[in-house]
């Protein structure tokens, strides 16, 4: 994933560390998230815009909408736990406190066989 600021300018990127971690949290989105926290210091990162290969999960949706960002751009969309719209939509969801620009389906077939790759790899 990786985290742009209004000029287009990459404020941090970051990729899934959760085995290497051992860390159930540590999401290329979350990780993105947190480096550029820092580097702004601000928790708030509004103005910004996070862009990954999969559909963000509940967990990365709810640190996306904390955050304040404006958009989401992702490629592939995740059918068994995507909440950006496949499963559960939280970015539209007017009882949180923000909504963020949702730009879905990227070069999805591309990301989609990224990622087909990676989890063949895996296994």
Known sequence: AILVDQSNKIVARAH????????PTAH?????IRQGAKVCK??????????????????CMG????????????GAFDEKGG??????NLSDDDRLNHQLKLIPGVMEKEC????????????
């Open 16 to 23: 899934n560390r959760c085995i290497l971690d051992n860390d």
């Open 28 to 32: 290329a989105e979350i990780l993105a």
């Open 42 to 59: 601000n928790y708030r990162l509004n103005g910004m815009t996070l862009v990954a290969t999969v559909e963000p999960c509940p967990m």
């Open 63 to 74: 640190a996306i909408i904390n955050a304040r960002l404006d958009t989401l751009v992702f």
């Open 83 to 88: 909440a950006a719209g496949s499963v559960y």
């Open 112 to 123: 989609r066989e990224l990622m087909q790759g990676f989890f063949r790899e895996r296994r």
